[in-house]
């Protein structure tokens, strides 16, 4: 534990039992130095942030700051990697990863404002998320220490913490009953723990949160349109709105039908793997929105190339590094391939799916005259003669070579 020379703090807070702990565990054990708090709305439930600064200052913090980041969030981070098709080991659209980066990089604005020395989160040292939040760090303001109370205290459970605050006659809401880990955001919500921490048992329903369960969903199917502009969702049902509105407004409506519930097994970067339940029924249909432009817009190797990018930015993305120069060349090249992606879809949500019904495009490559099935006068058949002999050239050396 170093402790030399940390006299103010600044703690990534949330107002749940682990922060709450923190605190007064920081003023404890590192000289009885100064605990700013910071937290983040994130697009979290509203009722996690009533009270939160009473909370921070009960748990012995000198202030807290809490800083509206939602329409920041979607527009500087989620957007530009919905734009690349990201899909962390093929189905996690990457709520909480997201999320870290921008929580981190304000945590650090406050720090250097503040004239702090040091920084403080409160990821388990099992997670990734620890990972994401100190490269970040490290990112924007090496010069300030780090504290990872999860990797230096010997508070190991539910019960301790909770007996740690009782002790110290710090108020908090938090019991032993409530068994799930969840993260929260604009984007998505995550749950984990429970009874899902054996792979073996089915999930249930208290392991969603936001989305109906899709047998329940309306009988009636729902249709959706939204309108795409340099592969950024732009306007929903023809009313233009900021990208947290959009999603916003996506988010009530993907719910109501099941949309974007996965539950899944993932590796983790720190080399265990976990089981989760995510939900993120705004951000499926966005989804859902941008692919079906790009398969109008995108030639046949810029389409290979944007999936490319994609699995590539899941990756990086994941494992924290979004202010590494990789992260931005990927972007500048999705950027690129971004700027022909407008063009207007129909959705339709039902029970859990999500299906784009009609899609068009002004810089469609799609050609009805080209690829009619009925008579048409721009293509003529025998050429493709010549295309399918150069195209199998070194097939037909490597047989010829192999008959000598």
């Not at 019960?159 to 938090?174: S, V």
């Not at 249930?204 to 199917?221: E, G, I, M, Q, S």
């Not at 079906?292 to 990018?309: C, N, P």
């Amino acid at each position: 534990m170093q402790t030399q020379g940390i006299k103010k703090i600044v703690l990534a807070y949330s107002g749940g039992l682990d922060t709450s702990a923190i605190i007064p565990w920081l003023k404890e054990n590192y000289g009885g130095c100064d605990v700013i708090a910071f937290v983040a709305d994130i697009g979290q439930d509203r009722e996690d942030l009533v009270g939160v600064e009473k909370k921070a200052l009960q748990s012995g913090a000198s202030a807290c700051h809490v800083v509206d980041l939602r329409e920041a969030f979607i527009r500087d981070y989620v957007y530009p990697v919905l734009k690349t098709g990201a899909l962390y080991e093929g189905t996690y659209l990457l709520g909480t990863s997201m999320a870290r980066p921008i929580i981190a990089k304000a945590q650090v604005e406050l720090a250097l404002k503040v004239g702090a020395d040091a920084l403080c989160h409160g990821a388990t040292g099992k997670g990734n998320d620890q990972v994401r939040f100190e490269s970040t760090y490290t990112a924007l303001a090496p010069q300030l220490k780090v504290v990872a109370p999860w990797r230096e205290w010997n508070l190991r459970s539910r019960e301790a913490l909770l007996d740690y605050l009782k002790a110290r006659n710090i108020p908090t809401t938090a019991s032993l009953e409530k068994i799930y880990s969840r993260d929260e955001n604009a984007w998505h919500i995550s749950t984990e723990g429970g009874v899902l921490e054996s792979p073996a048992n089915a999930n249930n329903d208290d392991c969603w949160v936001w989305t109906v369960d899709p047998k329940k969903a309306p009988d009636r199917a729902e249709q959706v349109t939204v309108t795409v502009e340099k592969g950024e969702v732009v306007a929903v049902n023809g009313e233009a709105l900021s990208p947290y509105h959009c999603l916003e407004k996506l988010n009530a409506m993907g719910a109501k039908h099941g949309i974007g519930r996965i539950d899944i097994v993932e590796n983790r970067l720190v080399g265990m793997k976990s089981r989760g339940c995510y939900e993120t029924p705004g951000g499926t249909i966005m989804m859902a929105a941008l692919r079906a432009v790009e398969q109008l817009v995108l030639d046949r190797d810029s389409f290979k190339w944007r999936q490319q990018l994609g699995l590539e930015m899941s990756y990086v993305v994941y494992d924290g590094r979004w202010f590494a120069p990789l992260r931005r060349s990927l972007q500048a090249a999705a950027d690129s391939l971004a700027q022909d992606v407008n063009g207007e879809v129909i959705l339709e949500l039902y029970k859990g799916q999500v299906n784009a019904l009609q899609k068009t495009s002004a810089n469609s490559l799609y050609s009805e005259a080209f690829a009619t099935f009925g008579e048409d006068e721009v293509y003529d058949h025998s050429h493709a003669g010549g295309f399918i002999r150069l195209f199998s050239l070194s097939s037909r050396i490597r047989a010829l070579n192999e008959k000598k």
